[in-house]
């Protein structure tokens, strides 16, 4: 079969690129970042401990909401949904599908697994290894355009993460207090609004399919906000990728006594 960079109508060049500068490297970082996470993920999903504080009521994101039998006492706040079904199904998995489900399906990360997971195609203008090309028009890969449901299911999941932040302004005396750690917990969930709200689909659902912007001023004025994030949306997938995780690990090394919250009050 014929390479897709070699059909018919398409200048023969036998080169798989004719650039040269480092177009191998946001490939690169892209792999290495998203690597690492996957990574520090599978360890903390099973790890199942070191998620709670109580003192300061500090939730780490990996296991918020806690909706199984076997959440540490204080950490289920939304109810204990799930049975204990063993040691391999941990309390983030309950939520995973549909956390990952958002990222794995977000018109940003696809690019970005797509160029440096797949190298398909790995940037601009270099040819892909793969010879064949079917786009996501069949399975699985139409199940990309679930993206837009995924959305919906990300809504609530920053509400709780945005309840924990609340309660984690919390005193050692059971009062208002605070911590090092709500400031990581308050910064990681504005970063995960900002990209939540930034979607493609957030945009669309918003101010899509409007004939007249003027006869709908309040979803003109949120679009044009939107639009606004919506232009920042890769590195607001950046920053709150990194924030999840820094905000969970930082909850980790608390809980498990590695580390003092530095308290700011109370
Ligand atoms: Fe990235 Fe929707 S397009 S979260």
Known sequence: MTAPTQG????????????TDRWWLPPLLTFLGLTTFVIYGVIRAFM?????????????PFYSPCLSEVCVPGSAHWGRWFPDLGFLVTPPLFVLPFVLGFRLTCYYYRK????SFWLSPPACA?????????????????????HRY???TAIPVAAVLTYDVVIAFHGADGGFGVGLGTLVLLANVILIWAYTLSCHSCRHIVGGRLAHFS???????????????????????WLS????GFADLYVTLVASGALADPRLFN
């Open 8 to 19: 018919p109508g398409r200048a023969r060049i036998d080169a798989r690129t004719l650039r």
């Open 48 to 60: 199942n401990k070191w998620y709670w504080v109580g003192e300061y009521q500090y939730l780490a």
């Open 112 to 115: 970005a697994y797509y160029r």
């Open 126 to 146: 270099v040819a892909e290894p793969h010879r064949r090309y079917t786009g996501e028009r069949r399975f699985p890969l139409i199940l990309q355009n679930a």
């Open 150 to 152: 995924f959305f919906y």
């Open 215 to 237: 006869r709908h001023p309040v979803r003109y004025w949120m679009w044009t906000r939107i639009s606004w994030l919506n232009a920042r949306h890769m590195p607001l997938a």
């Open 241 to 244: 990728l990194f924030s999840v």
